[in-house]
């Protein structure tokens, strides 16, 4: 070795090694994720769908530019996340960050572009924020999507942000709730690979899965389900099928979606529905029990009793693993409802937002992949669910109150004030309220041991299989106590509005991810619903501190570096001084 230092030409030696080494180690990719939350790593579900992709992706994100703080950070997340796409799918992902219609200069071109855009679901924002004193205020157009498009199909829209929004403080009686921006941009980053995998999944899968709306029980077939059938649409074969006429077949329907039906099952329906199950269909079932309807109470004017449909499906579902009760739901932490409170001078009626504990928001209250990282979900008197033994069923508890419930039990009375005291108040003593119910599992048949040999053979007439007592494989189910989760309101000037949205309301709740996740659940078995349970740790600086310490730690972090420099150069002349004196 030290021959080799002696030599005359060893640092030339030197470099080309060092040059060698450093070309070498560029085509070797490794990573080392250390974070706790493994934030930087991918789910084996999503590595082998990359895996399978046999053309080109092309991803464009159209959050860039000048951006304000909280979205520039997800900007710079989706780059990373997308960049680790890229080099796990052998650079079959392309990705591009443009900002649609810059180089127009017509503004009636730009418009028709980003109504185009918006057609496919690209969001549009417009972002006035100041992020501290002593930073400008930004008022601009923000496009926190992106446009997943392969092999010519038509292009998926990826919405960036977070369905679930998070508070600072949330009072709903006195505060108007106030977001925490950087918590709900952390919560959008944790669903990154959720959102893209899925996008992607849809776009290559080769068959796409039917799902039915039955009819044939007094389910609405008008514009109160527009929104569901528009949501269902563009990513699922949806058709409708009448549970009087035929039994529905597993190998066809992927899934049976039973909305709101007002009129009683017969046996024979029944009968149908579960040998669906016991074959391996999957139903999700949107039951409003009691008869309570907003409508009855303004015709009123005062008050009504709600009352039960014995809509006959008790026993099914009991067997299945649930019951759902015949009362009405109240939560303090509810929506609220525009009323008329008194008129003006002029007669005219004064409208006033009042809390109604009727409609009381719901959320997870655990780790189950459907609802997490969700926006509140809006019930409209939904009914309270009890899970019941039935062996070698799992149940998970999907949707439930929040920690202020009560019930009122049939025959329930609906009142404008049904908050009128302080008694009324203390009344509210029950906590996370069960509304929807995910059941996992092999069922067993209501009607096992209890047909004669006529039925059982025109029910292999019928199907093609012999009666079934028990699911030949595991099966899903999910029960939701209150059907206007999945169906929206109609005003005279809008027309049909989003699910999960009031009149005169400007928000929308969860309603609709809500459903299109319990579909997606269902009938998809990729595995990709695995990377929603992602959770990013949020570590934040402490701001009033910071703002307090502002000048300090500048200082720190500029002139003490200097101040360092110039030290070690006065101790180096001080030792150099010192040798050669």
């Not at 609220?336 to 002029?346: C, M, S």
């Not at 005219?348 to 609802?371: F, G, H």
Request: aromatic fraction near 8%; proline fraction near 5%; glycine fraction near 4%.
């Amino acid at each position: 070795m030290q021959k080799l230092l002696n030599y005359k030409y060893s640092w030339a030696l030197m470099v080309v090694l060092f040059i060698a080494i450093v070309y070498a180690v560029s085509f070797v990719s490794y990573r080392l994720d250390l974070t706790a939350e493994k934030r930087f790593s991918l789910n084996a579900s999503t590595k082998k769908l990359l895996n399978n992709v046999d053309d080109v992706v092309k991803v464009q994100v159209f959050l860039t530019g000048d951006l304000p703080v909280d979205y520039k950070k997800l900007s710079i997340a989706t780059k990373d996340f997308l960049d680790e796409l890229k080099q796990v799918s052998n650079n079959n992902i392309q990705v591009s960050f443009e900002k649609p219609g810059e180089d127009l200069k017509e503004d009636t071109a730009k418009a028709m572009l980003y109504d185009s855009l918006a057609r496919l679901g690209v969001v549009f924002e417009r972002s006035e924020v100041t992020e501290n004193k002593h930073e400008k205020q930004t008022n601009q157009l923000i496009i926190p999507s992106a446009l997943v498009s392969y092999g010519g199909k038509r292009p998926v829209a990826v919405d960036l942000r977070s369905s679930k929004k998070v508070y600072k403080q949330f009072n709903v009686v006195n505060d108007i709730p106030q977001e925490d921006a950087e918590a709900t941009r952390n919560a959008a980053e944790a669903l990154l690979e959720f959102k893209f995998a899925n996008a992607i999944d849809k776009l290559t899968r080769t068959t796409v899965p039917t799902i039915a709306y039955t009819i044939g029980n007094g389910e609405p077939i008008d514009r109160t389900v527009n929104d569901l059938g528009e949501s269902l649409r563009t990513e699922y074969k949806l058709g409708v099928f009448n549970l009087r006429e035929a039994y529905p077949d597993p190998a066809k329907i992927g899934a049976l979606l039973i909305v709101k039906p007002t009129n009683p099952f017969s046996d024979e329906d029944k009968l149908k529905l579960d040998q669906y199950v016991m074959n391996g269909g999957k139903i999700i079932w949107c039951i409003d029990k009691l008869h309570a309807e907003l409508d009855s109470l303004m015709r009123s004017k005062s008050e009504y009793v709600a009352y039960d449909r014995n809509l006959n499906i008790d026993d099914i579902l009991f067997r299945y693993g649930v019951r759902i009760n015949g009362d009405l739901v109240q939560d303090l932490n509810c929506s609220k409802l525009p009323l008329v409170i008194g008129y003006n001078p002029d007669k005219s009626p004064r409208m006033e937002r009042v809390p109604w504990p009727y409609y009381p928001l719901l959320a997870s209250t655990n780790n189950n992949p459907i609802a997490k990282n969700l926006d509140k979900v809006l019930p409209i008197f939904p009914s309270s669910i009890d899970t019941v033994k039935s062996p070698g069923i799992a149940k998970t508890i999907l949707l439930a109150t929040d920690s202020n419930s009560r019930t009122l039990a049939t025959p329930a009375l609906v009142s404008a004030n049904s908050v009128k005291d302080e008694n009324d108040f203390r009344s509210f003593t029950k906590s996370y309220i069960p509304i929807a119910v995910l059941l996992e599992g092999k069922f067993t048949s209501l009607f096992a041991n209890r047909l004669t040999s006529n039925v059982t053979d025109s029910v292999q007439k019928a199907t093609g299989k012999p009666f079934a007592a028990m699911c030949v494989n595991d099966s899903k189910q999910i029960v939701m106590s209150d059907a206007d989760i999945v169906t929206n309101a109609i005003t005279a000037t809008n027309g049909p509005l989003a699910m999960g949205e009031l009149p005169f309301e400007n928000y929308r709740f969860a309603n609709r991810e809500f459903l299109l996740n319990c579909v997606d659940y269902l009938v998809s078995n990729n595995g990709i619903f695995e990377s929603r349970n992602k959770e990013f740790t949020l570590r934040l600086l402490d701001k009033k501190k910071l703002e307090a310490e502002r000048l300090t730690w500048q200082l720190i972090n500029i002139a003490a570096p200097i101040g360092l420099v110039i030290l070690a150069g006065l101790l180096l002349q001080w030792a150099r001084k010192r040798k050669y004196a």
